[in-house]
């Protein structure tokens, strides 16, 4: 699967999750974006709100946060504007189907939230809307996350496979999550279940959990960023990743393939050139005679490696030795009748 030119099986894919950390403020908006881009992410996320089509009308408070922190749609774009001009791809989440159909042209890749895991209109209408679909778990069941990737992949233009267009993210919706409760677990079960793209959405502190993800073969990472974790008292601040802090991360990040290397494929090591001083070589215990027949006693094992290896003593005792050898001299073949 690719995300713009990213194909998410060369490396990781590393989302910064702006979110509602702006709060409705323009120019902390541009300065979080900026940030997060520096600090290496992949992808910039914002979420995309009509507050009176995601919660219900009675919820009065709930729809006057949601009000004083959303942005204009010419703020919204100026965002995705930085953000490319800088190398990176913009992202959303819509919370509603109009909303999705409005913006799709103008994202790189769809999000959609955890809760809305079970949301078929929105499933199937970021099927259709021809871009890369990162879908999060939170709360859900195994069977309700194969449910969603069977409604997602049934709504896909003819042609295209889920595993192309789908990736999935192991996602606790505990805002923070504790780490006992991270279930990285999950992660690998999901890729053997979904035979998808499988990758992590994390809401623990700290970086701790994203980097082990990594490890367990997650390909996309969704971490929240802020510019400062006590920046206010709305919750998200202090989940996120200060610059500092998801720079680590993206350190990570881009370094994943070059640290898992290929194994013992082709033989190749790199560490080769320190056996000779580390490893070691038989030399004379004593001094042997000419004509002597060698045995355990006369042999000792010291660096650097030369001559013959440890393992090789077979081949040394028993055998006379050619011209006297004298104490920690190298044994080597020509020394050995």
């Given at each position: 699967?690719?995300?713009?030119?990213?194909?998410?099986?060369?490396?990781?894919?590393?989302?910064?999750?702006?979110?509602?950390?702006?709060?409705?403020?323009?120019?902390?908006?541009?300065?979080?974006?900026?940030?997060?881009?520096?600090?290496?992410?992949?992808?910039?996320?914002?979420?995309?709100?009509?507050?009176?089509?995601?919660?219900?009308?009675?919820?009065?408070?709930?729809?006057?946060?949601?009000?004083?922190?959303?942005?204009?749609?010419?703020?919204?774009?100026?965002?995705?504007?930085?953000?490319?001009?800088?190398?990176?791809?913009?992202?959303?989440?819509?919370?509603?189907?109009?909303?999705?159909?409005?913006?799709?042209?103008?994202?790189?890749?769809?999000?959609?939230?955890?809760?809305?895991?079970?949301?078929?209109?929105?499933?199937?209408?970021a099927a259709k809307c021809g871009k890369p679909v990162v879908l999060s778990t939170g709360m859900s069941t195994l069977p309700e996350i194969e449910r969603a990737v069977s409604v997602f992949s049934?709504?896909?233009?003819?042609?295209?496979?889920?595993?192309?267009?789908?990736?999935?993210?192991?996602?606790?919706?505990?805002?923070?999550?504790?780490?006992?409760?991270?279930?990285?677990?999950?992660?690998?079960?999901?890729?053997?279940?979904?035979?998808?793209?499988?990758?992590?959405?994390?809401?623990?502190?700290?970086?701790?959990?994203?980097?082990?993800?990594?490890?367990?073969?997650?390909?996309?990472?969704?971490?929240?960023?802020?510019?400062?974790?006590?920046?206010?008292?709305?919750?998200?601040?202090?989940?996120?990743?200060?610059?500092?802090?998801?720079?680590v991360l993206a350190e990570a990040a881009r370094s994943f393939k070059d640290i898992l290397g290929r194994g013992f494929v082709g033989g190749e090591l790199a560490d080769a050139a320190t056996r000779?001083?580390?490893?070691?070589?038989?030399?004379?215990?004593?001094?042997?005679?000419?004509?002597?027949?060698?045995?355990?006693?006369?042999?000792?094992?010291?660096?650097?490696?030369?001559?013959?290896?440890?393992?090789?003593?077979?081949?040394?005792?028993?055998?006379?030795?050619?011209?006297?050898?004298?104490?920690?001299?190298?044994?080597?073949?020509?020394?050995?009748?």
């Amino acid at each position: 699967m690719k995300i713009g030119s990213i194909d998410l099986a060369e490396r990781p894919f590393l989302i910064a999750e702006i979110g509602n950390n702006h709060e409705g403020n323009p120019d902390l908006a541009v300065k979080l974006v900026d940030a997060a881009v520096a600090a290496g992410a992949d992808a910039v996320k914002v979420q995309l709100i009509n507050p009176l089509r995601l919660v219900n009308r009675s919820e009065a408070q709930r729809i006057a946060q949601l009000s004083r922190f959303k942005l204009e749609r010419d703020v919204f774009l100026e965002l995705a504007r930085r953000v490319r001009e800088r190398g990176a791809l913009f992202m959303a989440s819509a919370f509603d189907c109009d909303t999705l159909q409005d913006w799709a042209d103008d994202l790189d890749a769809v999000k959609i939230a955890s809760g809305d895991l079970d949301f078929d209109p929105m499933l199937r209408v970021a099927a259709k809307c021809g871009k890369p679909v990162v879908l999060s778990t939170g709360m859900s069941t195994l069977p309700e996350i194969e449910r969603a990737v069977s409604v997602f992949s049934a709504a896909l233009p003819p042609g295209v496979a889920a595993k192309d267009r789908l990736a999935v993210l192991h996602c606790v919706s505990l805002y923070p999550t504790p780490l006992a409760l991270a279930n990285l677990s999950a992660i690998a079960e999901l890729r053997d279940r979904l035979g998808l793209t499988i990758g992590y959405s994390d809401h623990t502190l700290g970086v701790t959990a994203a980097t082990i993800a990594l490890g367990l073969g997650a390909r996309v990472i969704e971490k929240h960023f802020t510019l400062d974790k006590a920046y206010s008292e709305f919750r998200d601040h202090a989940l996120s990743a200060e610059p500092e802090e998801f720079a680590v991360l993206a350190e990570a990040a881009r370094s994943f393939k070059d640290i898992l290397g290929r194994g013992f494929v082709g033989g190749e090591l790199a560490d080769a050139a320190t056996r000779a001083v580390a490893r070691r070589g038989i030399v004379a215990a004593r001094e042997i005679a000419a004509g002597a027949t060698i045995t355990a006693i006369d042999l000792d094992y010291v660096r650097p490696a030369t001559g013959f290896p440890p393992s090789a003593a077979e081949r040394v005792i028993g055998r006379q030795a050619r011209k006297p050898l004298a104490l920690h001299q190298v044994i080597r073949e020509e020394d050995l009748a």
